[in-house]
Each structure stands twice: as structure tokens, then as C-alpha cells.
């Protein structure tokens, strides 16, 4: 599949579709823990969306980008809390302080291949988890509250949900669109050299760390983002919401469900995740009874097992073998 | 007065660490012989102190009695797990291997909070209990037993690869696959060997810390990371680098809790993790 050609405009015309779709479905809903759902399916695929570039596309599993997000949240609530800035001017800062942090903690992790990675990648979140909960200049594990006196769109804080939903629908359209420049730039084929033939790459003389730093980097931008929405939406942070490792889960989750190394994949798998996450809650109450839990892992499981292509892959394959379609069904 | 203190830490950590080793070396294990990290390791170590725990509860077996068990019923699950998922993705690419184990550690982390609910267990009291006292220095009997069994498990799994057919044939494997099939040896028998294995060592730790150790279904997490920690400093996949590894991150870990503050022992034995890549990513007894 060659990406560089023109559009084609039948991806064109869906994505147009599916963005007003996006836009217009607030109007037909005026429950708003209904909108709260839908504003966590956009956060969950712009967050997932953000991971692929680094775990889809370049190949290197992050089982820790909760650091990202929790750096996110924290320097854009820090910076509207002592600074009184703005939280968009706290969000691109927040999103910087990430990229500093991707390229130092990448500088020792990418040693690591594969699997390898994935860990230290879990055990750099711990430590910054740790760092934050006994940092009294962050207030600990109390957390940070923001003040409710200022609203409005500079104070990024709204009384009704509907701003949010379409504050959270425009980063995500933009994070899409940077996932998707990469896809058809130089930039993505060498992330895809780097991911399926490595060896091939570095003697073609791709540098393989420079562009590992860069796919984390861009990737961890834009989680930082995904955190100081976070932040703003639910006005209240604290170590155990925004650093620990269930967050860095289940970013991969959405990612790993929907299809990783596609351009919409996690977008399909934030709407399965959180579906499966709202309707586990009310079927079997609390989310203690580790119900959600089996339920991922057994499709996880199985997309590792028969579609690491994940749920985007399945429909690619049905897509193939319907009539009328191309007979390259074995390409796996 | 502060020696006394001193040697009573070094003392606690050796003997955590020693119990590191027992964990880290089932993970080095598998990894040795077919190049996958099972993130569901420290899940086997759960489903060990739950072991321990139903067999105390229901049986009123006491958790030094029921290890035995713990291995077999461990080492079963180890079998399982390879037949079930992890045979299926020995030709898949690496993002499918990482994904199947992941998967396999939210499961089972997911299932003890189904079953046994998420709730912090003890075991009230077993047949070792009470302090030994050494001169000035002070131990908890049930700490020492496990270290001990941890040394005597390691050493018995050092035993089996060196000196019996069997393990040599699982070493065979982890130095050289192809060379070891073309000698006759059954891979995929290794492989299923080696997480049956690796299971057994990481719920027989499970087993021997339960006594003294809060039970539930997250447990693991901590552990795997650690046990990451020491495959590292250990070099991947050497058995008896893990081992040193163990008890000297054990030994890092405690002094570190007792000169920083013990809120930062995690980190400290985490941010090891980083300088050991930085500057020996080999580890100590690493081949490559």
C-alpha cells in the first residue's frame, strides 16, 4: 500500500462523514452522563491515537506512558494554580516538558529491545509515580484542586459538558491528522523500518535511536495534552488518577483492541473499551469485581493470538474475502 | 549500636533479596529459552500466596506443608499457559508476544479480584513464627525460612540444568535452539518445560512469602518489576547472574528504604534499572 499518492477520495469522503457525525451527535443529547460518555471515548482514542505512533507505527510498546499524561495534567494545573496561566499555554508546555522527559528516559530504554522496553517502560512510570506522591512542592498524594471562580474558554473550565466534548473532539482531529502526516511522510516508513526489519534499516543507515526518540517524543507530546484536558475536565489530580499504571494500561489497550500501526484503529477501540468498560460497570456494579479486567484481557489475548492486527485488522480481512475484492487474503 | 542496625538491614535485605532471585530467576528462565518476557510472572506468584492462603483457610494446611503442592499446581499452570496462548505466538511477530503475556497478567489479575475479591489477605499465624535473635541482630523466623527455601529452590533449579539430562537439554535450548533440535532435542517439550518451570519458581516464592507478606490479587506487580530489575543486572537469561542480581538488589533495596526514607525503596532499586543500562547493559554475567 503505497501512501504517498493523492487522497483517495473515497477516505476522503468517510472522514468527512465521520467528523461531521462527530460534530452533529451532541445535538441529538441532552443527558449529560451520556455526553461524559461520549467525551471519554473521544479522550480514550486521542490518547490511544497518540500511543500508536510510538507503539503502532515505530514498533516500541510503552507499557508506561501514564508518565506522559500525569506530566501533562500536573504542569498545566501547576502553572494555571501558581502562574495563573492559561491552560492552553499550560497544555504546549505540558506537552514540552513531556518531550524533554521522552528523550531522557529514551536515551537508556531504547538499549533495550522489544520486550525488554515495554518493562523499563513500566518501571520509569513507577518511579516518577513514587517521585510525585512524596513530592510535597506537588502536594503529595492529597492532589491538586483547580479553583472554580474563573470560567470560560481562556480558563478552559465550563460549566456544561458540551465544550468539552468539542475541545476534546478538536485534539483529537489534530492528533489524527499528525498520526496521519507521519504515515505519509519519509518519517513514517522509516518508523515501519524500524518496527518490521530493523537490521535493514541500520544498514541503510536509518539511526535507529534517533528516530525511536522521535516517534516517543511526538507520542508523549501528545498524551501530555490528552493529561491536561484531563486535568481541566475533571478540575482535580491527584498521583492516583493521572500516574499509575492502570492509565498507561489502558491507553495500550485501546490501541492494541482497535489495531495498532492504523491510522483509526484506536479510535475503534476507544468506542469498544469504553462500551465494554460503562456496560460492565452497570451490568456487574462496581468496577472492583475485575469483570472489565477478564473482558479486555481475553480479547487481548485473542487479537495477540489470531489478529495482531487487532479488531481493524479482522474488518480488513473481512473486507477481503467479501466478493469483488482483491484475493491477497494471506498476507499475515 | 549503628553497626547493629546496619548488620540488621544488610541481614533483611540478603534475605528479601534471595526471595528477588527465586522470582527473577523463573522469569530469566523462560526468557533464555525462547526470547519472550512473561509479563504474567508476577501474576504465578499471586496465584502462589493464594495457593498458600486457600490451602491455610479451607484445609487448615499450614503454608510450609502446602509448597509442595503450590509447585505441582504451579508448574501446571505454567504447562497450560504455554499450550493454551503462548505456543501460538512463538512465530508471531514481537508486538503479538508482548500483547499475549500482557493480556495473560490482566487475566489473571482480573480473575483473583473476580473470585477472591480485591481485598488485602493474611495468613494469622503458621508452624514458623516468633524471631530468631543472632547476638544483637533480630530476624523474623518466617523471612529466614523463605530465604532459605529460596536459596534451596535455586540451588535444586541450578542442579537440574547442570547435572541432569533433562536440564541439560533445556540449557542446550537456551544457548543454541536450532543446534539443540538438530541434537535431537524436542523444542516445543523444552519450551512448555521451561514455562512449567519458570511458573513453579515464581509460585513457590509466592508460597514462602505468603506467610508474612500481604495477599492480594495485585501483589504481582510490584514483584515483576523487581524481578525485571534483577534479570538485568543479572544479564538476560543467566541463571546464576540472577541470582547475585537478587540479593543484590535485595541488599539496595533496604539500605536504600533505610538512608533515603522506605517510600522511596521501589525507586531506588527502579532507578538501578536505568543506570545498569547506562553502564553495563550486559549485566554481570550477561553473554551479549
Known amino acids: 500500500m503505497s501512501n504517498r499518492t493523492v487522497l483517495d477520495p473515497r477516505k476522503a469522503l468517510g472522514a468527512v462523514a465521520l467528523l461531521a457525525f462527530a460534530l452533529l451527535l451532541p445535538l441529538g443529547i441532552t443527558d449529560p452522563a451520556r455526553l461524559n460518555f461520549f467525551i471519554l471515548?473521544?479522550?480514550?482514542?486521542?490518547?490511544?491515537?497518540?500511543?500508536?505512533?510510538?507503539?503502532?507505527?515505530?514498533?516500541?510498546?510503552?507499557?508506561?506512558?501514564?508518565?506522559?499524561?500525569?506530566?501533562?495534567?500536573?504542569?498545566?494545573?501547576?502553572?494555571?494554580?501558581?502562574?495563573?496561566?492559561?491552560?492552553?499555554?499550560?497544555?504546549?508546555?505540558?506537552?514540552?516538558?513531556?518531550?524533554?522527559?521522552?528523550?531522557?528516559?529514551?536515551?537508556?530504554?531504547?538499549?533495550?529491545?522489544?520486550?525488554?522496553?515495554?518493562?523499563?517502560?513500566?518501571?520509569?512510570?513507577?518511579?516518577?509515580?513514587?517521585?510525585?506522591?512524596?513530592?510535597?512542592?506537588?502536594?503529595?498524594?492529597?492532589?491538586?484542586?483547580?479553583?472554580?471562580?474563573?470560567?470560560?474558554?481562556?480558563?478552559?473550565?465550563?460549566?456544561?459538558?458540551?465544550?468539552?466534548?468539542?475541545?476534546?473532539?478538536?485534539?483529537?482531529?489534530?492528533?489524527?491528522?499528525?498520526?496521519?502526516?507521519?504515515?505519509?511522510s519519509h518519517i513514517g516508513y522509516y518508523f515501519r523500518a524500524i518496527k518490521d526489519e530493523p537490521e535493514a534499516a541500520r544498514a541503510l543507515g536509518v539511526s535507529l535511536t534517533r528516530y525511536k526518540l522521535i516517534a516517543l517524543s511526538v507520542s508523549a507530546f501528545l498524551t501530555a495534552v490528552g493529561g491536561s484536558f484531563y486535568a481541566q475536565k475533571e478540575m482535580f489530580i491527584d498521583p492516583g488518577s493521572v500516574f499509575v499504571g492502570a492509565i498507561s494500561i489502558k491507553i495500550a489497550l485501546v490501541a492494541i483492541l482497535g489495531g495498532v500501526g492504523t491510522l483509526m484503529g484506536p479510535v475503534l477501540g476507544a468506542v469498544i473499551l469504553i462500551t465494554i468498560e460503562e456496560y460492565s460497570r452497570t451490568l456487574f456494579g462496581s468496577t472492583g469485581s475485575g469483570t472489565d479486567m477478564i473482558i479486555y484481557a481475553m480479547m487481548i489475548i485473542l487479537v495477540a493470538v489470531f489478529s495482531p492486527a487487532g479488531v481493524m485488522g479482522l474488518l480488513q480481512d473481512l473486507r477481503r474475502h467479501l466478493p469483488g475484492a482483491g484475493k491477497t487474503s494471506e498476507t499475515r | 549500636?549503628?553497626?547493629?542496625?546496619?548488620?540488621?538491614?544488610?541481614?533483611?535485605?540478603?534475605?528479601?533479596?534471595?526471595?528477588?532471585?527465586?522470582?527473577?530467576?523463573?522469569?530469566?528462565?523462560?526468557?533464555?529459552?525462547?526470547?519472550?518476557?512473561?509479563?504474567?510472572?508476577?501474576?504465578?506468584?499471586?496465584?502462589?500466596?493464594?495457593?498458600?492462603?486457600?490451602?491455610?483457610?479451607?484445609?487448615?494446611?499450614?503454608?510450609?506443608?502446602?509448597?509442595?503442592?503450590?509447585?505441582?499446581?504451579?508448574?501446571?499452570?505454567?504447562?497450560?499457559?504455554?499450550?493454551?496462548?503462548?505456543?501460538?505466538?512463538?512465530?508471531?511477530?514481537?508486538?503479538?508476544?508482548?500483547?499475549?503475556?500482557?493480556?495473560?497478567?490482566?487475566?489473571?489479575?482480573?480473575?483473583?479480584?473476580?473470585?477472591?475479591?480485591?481485598?488485602?489477605?493474611?495468613?494469622?499465624?503458621?508452624?514458623?513464627?516468633?524471631?530468631?535473635?543472632?547476638?544483637?541482630?533480630?530476624?523474623?523466623?518466617?523471612?529466614?525460612?523463605?530465604?532459605?527455601?529460596?536459596?534451596?529452590?535455586?540451588?535444586?533449579?541450578?542442579?537440574?540444568?547442570?547435572?541432569?539430562?533433562?536440564?541439560?537439554?533445556?540449557?542446550?535450548?537456551?544457548?543454541?535452539?536450532?543446534?539443540?533440535?538438530?541434537?535431537?532435542?524436542?523444542?516445543?517439550?523444552m519450551f512448555a518445560l521451561a514455562w512449567g518451570i519458570g511458573a513453579a519458581c515464581a509460585g513457590l516464592a509466592g508460597g514462602l512469602i505468603a506467610t508474612f507478606f500481604p495477599i492480594f490479587p495485585e501483589v504481582g506487580s510490584n514483584f515483576i518489576l523487581i524481578a525485571f530489575v534483577v534479570v538485568v543486572l543479572g544479564g538476560f537469561g543467566s541463571v546464576t547472574g540472577a541470582f547475585?542480581?537478587?540479593?543484590?538488589?535485595?541488599?539496595?533495596?533496604?539500605?536504600?528504604?533505610?538512608?533515603?526514607?522506605?517510600?522511596?525503596?521501589?525507586?531506588?532499586?527502579?532507578?538501578?534499572?536505568?543506570?545498569?543500562l547506562l553502564v553495563r547493559p550486559k549485566g554481570l554475567m550477561g553473554k551479549a
Open chain 2, 244 to 276: 547475585l542480581a537478587g540479593i543484590i538488589v535485595g541488599l539496595i533495596e533496604v539500605l536504600g528504604g533505610f538512608l533515603i526514607g522506605p517510600e522511596y525503596k521501589t525507586a531506588i532499586v527502579l532507578s538501578l534499572l536505568l543506570i545498569v
Open chain 1, 41 to 184: 471515548i473521544l479522550m480514550g482514542a486521542q490518547l490511544g491515537v497518540a500511543w500508536n505512533i510510538v507503539g503502532g507505527y515505530a514498533g516500541q510498546v510503552s507499557l508506561g506512558h501514564a508518565v506522559f499524561y500525569g506530566i501533562g495534567a500536573y504542569c498545566s494545573t501547576m502553572l494555571a494554580l501558581s502562574l495563573g496561566l492559561s491552560p492552553w499555554i499550560g497544555m504546549l508546555a505540558g506537552g514540552l516538558l513531556a518531550v524533554v522527559f521522552a528523550l531522557v528516559m529514551g536515551w537508556p530504554c531504547f538499549r533495550l529491545k522489544g520486550h525488554y522496553f515495554a518493562m523499563a517502560t513500566i518501571a520509569v512510570a513507577e518511579i516518577v509515580q513514587i517521585l510525585v506522591t512524596n513530592s510535597e512542592f506537588l502536594e503529595g498524594a492529597v492532589g491538586l484542586s483547580l479553583p472554580l471562580d474563573r470560567s470560560g474558554l481562556a480558563a478552559m473550565v465550563f460549566l456544561s459538558k458540551l465544550p468539552y466534548y468539542y475541545i476534546i473532539l478538536g485534539l483529537l482531529v489534530v492528533t489524527v491528522l499528525v498520526a496521519w502526516a507521519i504515515e505519509r
Open chain 2, 1 to 189: 549500636m549503628t553497626a547493629d542496625i546496619l548488620l540488621q538491614v544488610l541481614v533483611s535485605g540478603l534475605l528479601i533479596g534471595l526471595i528477588y532471585a527465586l522470582v527473577a530467576v523463573g522469569l530469566t528462565l523462560i526468557y533464555g529459552v525462547m526470547d519472550i518476557v512473561n509479563f504474567a510472572h508476577g501474576e504465578f506468584l499471586m496465584l502462589g500466596m493464594y495457593a498458600s492462603f486457600w490451602a491455610f483457610t479451607l484445609f487448615h494446611v499450614d503454608p510450609v506443608i502446602a509448597l509442595p503442592i503450590t509447585a505441582v499446581l504451579l508448574f501446571g499452570v505454567g504447562i497450560v499457559v504455554y499450550q493454551t496462548v503462548i505456543r501460538r505466538v512463538l512465530k508471531a511477530p514481537m508486538l503479538s508476544q508482548i500483547f499475549a503475556t500482557f493480556g495473560l497478567m490482566i487475566l489473571l489479575r482480573g480473575l483473583a479480584q473476580f473470585f477472591w475479591k480485591p481485598d488485602h489477605r493474611l495468613i494469622p499465624d503458621s508452624l514458623v513464627s516468633g524471631n530468631i535473635a543472632l547476638g544483637p541482630v533480630q530476624f523474623g523466623l518466617p523471612q529466614v525460612i523463605a530465604a532459605l527455601g529460596a536459596v534451596g529452590v535455586t540451588g535444586a533449579l541450578w542442579f537440574f540444568l547442570h547435572r541432569t539430562r533433562l536440564g541439560t537439554a533445556l540449557e542446550a535450548t537456551a544457548i543454541d535452539r536450532e543446534a539443540a533440535t538438530l541434537m535431537g532435542i524436542d523444542g516445543q517439550k
